[in-house]
């Protein structure tokens, strides 16, 4: 391609992105979905709060599923101001006591629901949240309602597989993470630093 066609196509694309982002006239805050069987999701929330507590900005964290074992993202981000509220039970299949979890699940969500009342929070995040749904651990209607009363600045992440219909439809942004490999398939552990 000579230089001259390089130019004018970048010129259009120049002027077709000039043209989106005047048209993106709205302001306040979102609610974001990572939703999918891929690797990733959580990994992709913290990057966020890195660079919303990069800028300043206040970042609440509610972690479901997570166990009492350490925790690189928490490690750096309480440090930095990050405020966590973590399950503790691990896994359901580690825990087999449903009513142990429940009662674990609500504790965490009373505090992440005070943070959604709370318009000095500019990020909440729900890691693996997802997952209280169809374990019956929380009400999804309670989760639907306290995204949609939330403070119209506040921003939110929600992680985790198979997202109900219900908070895909009320969110801004959703990206499914889709497998391709995994090195655990392969036999390959965990590692420190990278995987938790």
């Not at 674990?104 to 997802?130: C, H, I, N, Q």
Request: charged share 25%.
């Amino acid at each position: 391609m000579n230089e001259e066609r390089y130019q004018q196509r970048q010129q259009q694309l120049k002027e077709r992105v000039e043209e989106r982002v005047a048209a993106a006239t709205k302001t306040g805050g979102i609610l974001i979905v990572l939703t999918g069987n891929g690797k990733g999701k959580s990994t992709a929330a913290f990057g966020t709060v890195a660079r919303a507590v990069g800028h300043g900005l206040k970042v609440g964290v509610v972690q479901f599923i997570k166990g009492t074992w350490e925790n690189g993202e928490r490690n750096l981000l309480e440090k930095n101001g990050v405020e966590f509220h973590v399950m503790a039970t691990g896994f359901t299949w580690n825990t087999q006591d449903k009513g142990a979890d429940v009662r674990a699940a609500e504790e965490v969500w009373k505090e992440g629901k005070r943070m959604l009342s709370d318009p000095s929070y500019d990020l909440v995040v729900f890691d693996e949240l997802t997952y209280m749904i169809p374990c019956g651990y929380l009400e999804l209607d309670d989760i639907v309602d306290a995204l949609k009363n939330r403070p119209a600045n506040q921003n939110v992440i929600i992680t985790g597989r198979a997202c109900h219909r219900d908070i895909i439809e009320i969110a801004d942004t959703v990206s499914e993470v889709r497998p391709v490999k995994h090195a655990f398939d392969n036999g390959i552990q965990a590692q420190k630093g990278i995987d938790w």
